[in-house]
Every structure is written in structure tokens, then in C-alpha cells.
């Protein structure tokens, strides 16, 4: 080859290296910066649909920030949960996320998160303790009433049934409460009768349609309403509805605006959902856990009492779902996808 020509070829490859070199150092100043503290992320289970998008969100929101989440899943084990959270404390994280399994059992990894002097943010289930630092989530007894209320405006006679979530978990205790405060007055009128009030191990879908099964036995099929604490004990009572064609005939009410919830409720076997802005509580959480981590303050004017001390707190207010508002609430926050819903429906059922 020539040499005027190979020394062309020189010039021509270092301008291409040049070049591919400026557009790197480019594409490297938009890119989220890189993490330089990590913030652990203790998971109770990511079965149920909307665990996955708080976790999502809450890592997208902490990667902006500069933070790695580190996350551990439980799957309701209480022992596994706490082992899981020794490890992410040992391994020097800088803010500790829990959604407990066991609220109660779970005072041992606030004790082992203050042992270690690292901030623990109690994310959707507060721990009562008062060495929680933080707490983000819904006040659980306003989704009780909007679903207890909700039924109790539509259907103030009859047999109604009640499907509580997990035991072991505090958030059902509240709803609990909550709903048989709103029932109480019909009750004590006469005008509404409990046929049945159970408890859902780990919210199980499975087992709530056990319940459900035997409590249409149990009532012959007279049943007005069906008080189920979130999307997934609905699902489970729909399906035994469907079994004995009470499906559509019967309030059913839920939680979390799972897709599965609106599209039924689009479809006419559930009644209603209640809707937590998910996305703006977990962009709320990983900025309260990364500003934890920097030993900075979280500024809010809302907390909640455990005994003589407030935990300092960002307390989101729960949205009833209807057919008349989904467009308007789960779609407009990009919660859920517009044409995900309609392929899954006629036309004529499409939200409006």
C-alpha cells in the first residue's frame, strides 16, 4: 500500500476514535450517576402485583439520587426476613426499608437496625416501635372506611361477609377496625348481619375463596356485599361467586387497583378498589431513606403516634376506584395502561 495512503487510513481511524470518544463522554453525562451509598430494601413478598411497582419506582427514584438498593424477599418467613436484614446491615448499608411480614415480630430488626446506628424507614407497615425513624405510607383506616362505606351506601340491608387480610399484619388489624365501624350502626339496626368474618393468612387469594365458598353455603347464597381488604382476597371471593353465578350480583369491594381488579370492575363482578398513589409513595420513600442516609433531615409536617413519641411520616390519601373513574385516577398516573385494560375487554366495557 502507498504510504500517502496508509498514513491517510492513520488519520482517518483516530479521527473515528475521536469522535466515538466524544460521543461516550456524552452519553456518560446523561446517564444516571453512579451509586455511591447503598440503601438496603427488606421485602416481605413480591407476589402481589403492586409490591413489584412500589419496588420499581423506589429503585428508579434512589438510582437518580445516587443510591444502590439492595433488596431482599422474604416470602413471609419472620426468620428468613430478620437474617435478611443482619446481612444488608453487615454489609454496611447506610438506610434500612422494611415492609415487615410481622409487624410484631419485626421489633428485632429495629433493634438490630439501631445496633447498628443505621435509620429504619418502615415502608407501607409500620413497626410500633419508637426507634422507627420514618414511615411512609396510607393511613389504612381511611381505605377501611372507603371500603366498608362504599358497600355499606349501595346495599344498607342484607347478609354481608368480611375478608380480612394476614394477621400478622397490623394494616389488616386497622382495616379491620375500621370497616366494623362504619357496619356497626346498620348492625346494631338490624339491617346488616355478619355471616362470616375471617382472616387471610398472607392475604391469600386461595384461602379467601375458601372462605368464600363456605359462607355461601353457609348463607344459602344470600349475600349482599363482600367487604374483601384488598384486590387479592376479592379475586379469590369473586371466583367462588362465579361458581355459584353470584358473580355481578353480589358488592364486592378490594384494594391495591390491581390490573386484575379493574379489569373485573370494568367487567361488573367487583365493585370498587381503592387506589394508593404507589408512585408517589415510592419516590417519597427512596427520598426520605437516601436523605436518612446523608444524616439529613426529611421535612413533613405529618406523623403518627407510638406512645410518647411521633414518628415523623408521609402519609398519602387513598382514591376509591370506581368504573366511572378510571381513566381519571389508576390510567392518569400511568398506574395502569389504557390499552392493556382494553385488550382485555369488549368495547362496549372500555373505561369511559
Given amino acids: 500500500m502507498p504510504t500517502f495512503r496508509l498514513k491517510s487510513l492513520q ?30 430494601f427488606l421485602m416481605d413478598s413480591l407476589k402481589i402485583e403492586r409490591w413489584q411497582t412500589d419496588l420499581d419506582r423506589f ?11 439492595l433488596v431482599e424477599t422474604a416470602e413471609g418467613d419472620d426468620e428468613l426476613q430478620l437474617r435478611q436484614a443482619q446481612k444488608l446491615l453487615n454489609f454496611g448499608v447506610r438506610t434500612l426499608v422494611l415492609v415487615a411480614h ?15 446506628q443505621v435509620p429504619l424507614l418502615c415502608y407501607e407497615r409500620l413497626v410500633r416501635d419508637p426507634d422507627v425513624r ?18 355499606s351506601q349501595r346495599a344498607s340491608k342484607g347478609n354481608y361477609v368480611l375478608i380480612a387480610g394476614s394477621p400478622a399484619d397490623i394494616n389488616a388489624k386497622v382495616l379491620h377496625e375500621s370497616q366494623m365501624r362504619v357496619l356497626k350502626p346498620w348492625i346494631d339496626r338490624g339491617q346488616i348481619k ?20 363456605e359462607a355461601i353455603e353457609s348463607a344459602k347464597g344470600d349475600i349482599a356485599a363482600v367487604v374483601a381488604s384488598n ?3 376479592a379475586g379469590g371471593a369473586i371466583q367462588a361467586l362465579e361458581e355459584h353465578k353470584l358473580a355481578g350480583k353480589v358488592l364486592v369491594s378490594g384494594q391495591d387497583a ?3 381488579a379493574i379489569i373485573r370492575i370494568l367487567d361488573g363482578t367487583q365493585t370498587m378498589t381503592v387506589y394508593k398513589p404507589l408512585g408517589s409513595q415510592a419516590k417519597l420513600a427512596a427520598e426520605a431513606a437516601v436523605a436518612l442516609a446523608k444524616g439529613e433531615a426529611v421535612n413533613t409536617t405529618a406523623g403518627v403516634a407510638i406512645g410518647n413519641k411521633t414518628i415523623p411520616a408521609f402519609l398519602l390519601t387513598p382514591v376509591p376506584v370506581t368504573k366511572d373513574n378510571i381513566k ?11 390499552e392493556t385494560i382494553q385488550k382485555s375487554l369488549p368495547k362496549e366495557k372500555w373505561p369511559q
Avoid at 410481622?102 to 447498628?116: N, P
Avoid at 411512609?136 to 362504599?150: K, R
Fill in 11 to 40: 488519520h482517518l481511524l483516530l479521527a473515528a476514535a475521536l469522535l466515538c470518544a466524544s460521543f461516550a463522554l456524552r452519553a456518560q453525562d446523561k446517564r444516571t450517576p453512579s451509586a455511591t451509598f447503598k440503601i438496603g
Fill in 59 to 69: 429503585q428508579k427514584r434512589a438510582a437518580e439520587l445516587g443510591a444502590e438498593v
Fill in 102 to 116: 410481622d409487624t410484631e415480630k419485626a421489633v428485632r430488626i429495629v433493634d438490630a437496625a439501631k445496633a447498628k
Fill in 134 to 151: 420514618f414511615f411512609v405510607g396510607v393511613d389504612a383506616s381511611a381505605v377501611g372506611f372507603l371500603q366498608a362505606y362504599f358497600l
Fill in 194 to 213: 355478619i355471616v362470616s368474618d375471617t382472616w387471610t393468612k398472607d392475604w391469600s387469594p386461595s384461602e379467601a375463596y375458601a372462605h368464600m365458598s
Fill in 231 to 233: 384486590d387479592g382476597t
Fill in 258 to 260: 390491581d390490573l386484575a
Fill in 328 to 338: 381519571q385516577t389508576v390510567v392518569r398516573d400511568g398506574f395502569q395502561n389504557l
